[in-house]
T-cell receptor
Framework: TAGITQAPTSQILAAGRSMTLRCTQD?????MYWYRQDLGLGLRLIHY???????GKGEVPDGYSVSRANTDDFPLTLASAVPSQTSVYFC????????????FGEGSRLTVL | GQNIDQPTEMTATEGAIVQINCTYQ??????LFWYQQHAGEAPTFLSY??LDGLEEKGRFSSFLSRSKGYSYLLLKELQMKDSASYLC??????????WGAGTKLIIKP
């Protein structure tokens, strides 16, 4: 069972370049999320989508954009990467929006130089 | 502001019992969640408390006191594979998850 698939697993990116992190789920979950995880900090929500066609801003949305064209896919785009965006990015999903039981992808480690 | 506190790191011995505490101050409360995260891996859901009291699930139990803004995760009969970070999270009044920084649990033989 795939669950949530993220790509790439890791990437080194030059500052100023753009990058899209891909996230696909096969559980038909309505809600999807993008988090970043940095050492010493809790998971921080970047953007979320409660259902296909809708998106919302989380705690740290600046420099990131998302789209939710269908139920399965929720890509995260960095338009012009900066070193402070070096982090591990996790995509997650849940059956509905009002729950704390999330299913996470394996993460994408991004280094911006 | 919203805040979740948990110890940064704890050490315990294989076969023993360990209690990981979590205190929270959030805008509203719709449940408290514990996740396990092995190094280099994704967080996985462990337990959920919305009412006061103890929820038991095998070797793991989670306790909640809403009046005290306090929870703990109790791990019994520790095994080496329990070495991981344990994340506490609260679902606030807007149904957003607020995460603690996690407690790294080191198990020694």
């Amino acid at each position: 069972t795939a669950g949530i698939t993220q790509a790439p697993t890791s990437q080194i990116l030059a500052a100023g370049r753009s990058m899209t992190l891909r996230c696909t789920q096969d559980m038909r979950h309505n809600a999807m999320y993008w988090y970043r995880q940095d050492l010493g900090l809790g998971l921080r929500l970047i953007h979320y989508s409660n259902t296909a066609g809708t998106t919302g801003k989380g705690e740290v949305p600046d420099g990131y954009s998302v789209s939710r064209a269908n139920t399965d896919d929720f890509p995260l785009t960095l338009a012009s990467a900066v070193p402070s965006q070096t982090s591990v990015y996790f995509c997650a999903s849940s059956p509905g929006a009002a729950t704390g039981e999330l299913f996470f992808g394996e993460g994408s480690r991004l280094t911006v130089l | 502001g919203q805040n979740i506190d948990q110890p940064t790191e704890m050490t315990a011995t294989e076969g023993a019992i360990v209690q990981i505490n979590c205190t929270y101050q959030t805008s509203g409360f719709n449940g408290l969640f514990w996740y396990q995260q092995h190094a280099g891996e994704a967080p996985t859901f462990l337990s959920y408390n919305v009412l006061d009291g103890l929820e038991e699930k095998g070797r793991f139990s989670s306790f909640l006191s809403r009046s005290k803004g306090y929870s703990y995760l109790l791990l019994k009969e520790l095994q080496m594979k329990d070495s991981a970070s344990y994340l506490c999270a609260v679902l606030d009044s807007n149904y957003q998850l607020i995460w603690g920084a996690g407690t790294k649990l080191i198990i020694k033989p």
